[in-house]
């Protein structure tokens, strides 16, 4: 059964990539949805369908939102060492168990500013349950791919000057059939 897993394609486009002992996740359908789980409880932290970042540098998965069994931290703590050095942030800690699973950044430098406001989930402190294939899998395997935008943008711009240029040429003929009506007059 955990061969049939590795080999299909789940619903966030799942895919098997031994090569580096990582397992891809792409952005998709519902059906491949992964649970995130505290490694020490299994407490449900959320789910791939709220997956908006993977920072591979943090070992970090970004969440838009999270389940009530994770806790935000009330007070704000400050990093001062690492990749976050400087940065001001809540902690995210389990409602069960009292484990320490992310950090939700408060204020940080222009190369993590995009994190700020989400739900970091460590990958080293989940674990991701497969839904289709009902399989755990340590959150550190787990890596989701994002689809570039740049194809879909560059559609989205010809579709909009064929647009431009259809509404250009409904408006001239307008003018003259405006012209017509009025000599007619």
């Given at each position: 059964m955990q061969g049939a897993c590795e080999e299909s394609t789940v619903g966030l486009e799942q895919t098997s990539d031994r090569s580096h002992g990582k397992l891809n996740v792409?952005?998709?359908?519902?059906?491949?949805?992964?649970?995130?789980?505290?490694n020490k409880c299994y407490s449900v932290l959320g789910d791939s369908l709220s997956v908006c970042g993977d920072e591979e540098?943090?070992?970090?998965?970004?969440?838009?939102?999270v389940t009530e069994d994770l806790n935000?931290?009330?007070?704000?703590?400050?990093?001062?060492?690492?990749?976050?050095?400087?940065?001001?942030?809540?902690s995210l800690?389990?409602?069960?168990c009292g484990t320490n699973i992310g950090f939700n950044l408060y204020s940080a430098p222009?190369?993590?500013?995009?994190?700020?406001?989400?739900?970091?989930?460590l990958k080293e402190h989940i674990l991701c349950y497969k839904l289709k294939c009902s399989s755990l899998v340590p959150g550190n395997e787990m890596h989701f791919e994002f689809p570039s935008l740049d194809e879909d943008i560059a559609q989205l711009k010809t579709q909009l000057v064929q647009l431009h240029l259809k509404m250009e040429l409904i408006s001239q003929q307008l003018l003259q059939q405006e012209k017509n009506t009025g000599a007619c007059l």
């Open positions: 792409s952005w998709g359908r519902a059906e491949g949805c992964v649970l995130f789980l505290c540098s943090l070992g970090a998965i970004a969440c838009l939102r935000v931290g009330e007070s704000v703590l400050f990093v001062v060492e690492g990749n976050l050095k400087g940065c001001a942030y809540y800690v389990c409602r069960s222009r190369a993590y500013a995009f994190l700020r406001g989400l739900f970091c989930l």
